[in-house]
């Protein structure tokens, strides 16, 4: 890459980057191309060279955003933090932190991720099941997983989990009940598994 594509994949970095933020403190529908130029310090021509359009910068957003976060993921998986942590973090803190999403944002992001030809859905079918599967397995493993239970049973708990905690408040109740949840996530309400 040449100094000239450096500098230029740079400004589009910036330009989605300004675009995630303002969207995730305002929603989509309140941000305006000029207030994303003004956010990138850039000007809207060139906004509009890069993306063609407010809806295309908007794709091209939801892409950068799933790129982030499974980057922020993949670094959790691969650290050498026990695997109770990873769990804890998976499941308290991404959802805390898609509480704090402004809601006008996270209906685009949900429409978008129950479109089946969505970058999501591919995304999430390619890359994040099979690394959250390898996860699991890895869970399993080292005793912390009970063999009978299935992936997507643990998919499925956590998915609810995590809705409930992008509710309005949910996050603030839940918080102070992380390790009493992680161990209820763990062992069930009877606790560790006699046989």
Known sequence: MNGFERRKELK???ILEASL???LKYGIQKVSVAEVAKEAQVSQV??????GSKDKLIQEVIIYYVDKIWEEYE????S????P???KQITFEKGDVAGKIN???FTYFMKEYTNSNSYIEKFYQEKAFPRLIEFFNEGREKGYIDPKISNEAILVFIQMFTEYMQQGGAAQ???PLTEDLTKLFFYGIAGRSRD
């Open 12 to 14: 589009k970095n910036n």
């Open 85 to 87: 942590e990873k769990i």
């Open 173 to 175: 109740s839940i918080l």
């Open 75 to 78: 670094e959790l998986l691969d």
């Open 21 to 23: 933020d303002l969207f």
């Open 80 to 83: 050498d933090i026990p695997f």
């Open 46 to 51: 060139t906004i509009y060279n890069y993306f």
């Open 103 to 105: 809601e006008d944002f």
